[in-house]
């Protein structure tokens, strides 16, 4: 079901949002090794989102 689809995708964006947010705390905080390690898993969950939007967005284009 494509709501299903769109909703994990989103669920893929709130953690990679999280996650950025956490880096940047670290590196304002001058811990830079936390932040340079939060900073690559973010950049990973941001990848997956992308890959959740579009296979939400192939579903979506199937049902029309």
Do not use: F, I, Y
């Not at 769109?6 to 996650?19: D, F, I, S």
């Not at 590196?27 to 997956?48: F, L, N, R, V």
């Amino acid at each position: 079901m494509p709501k299903d689809a769109h909703l994990k995708a989103a669920e893929h964006h709130e953690n990679a949002a999280k996650t950025h947010r956490l880096a940047a705390e670290h590196h304002g905080k001058g811990d830079h090794a936390a932040g340079k390690k939060q900073s690559a898993t973010a950049h990973e969950q941001s990848g997956k989102a992308h890959e959740a939007s579009q296979a939400a967005h192939q579903k979506s284009q199937q049902q029309k």
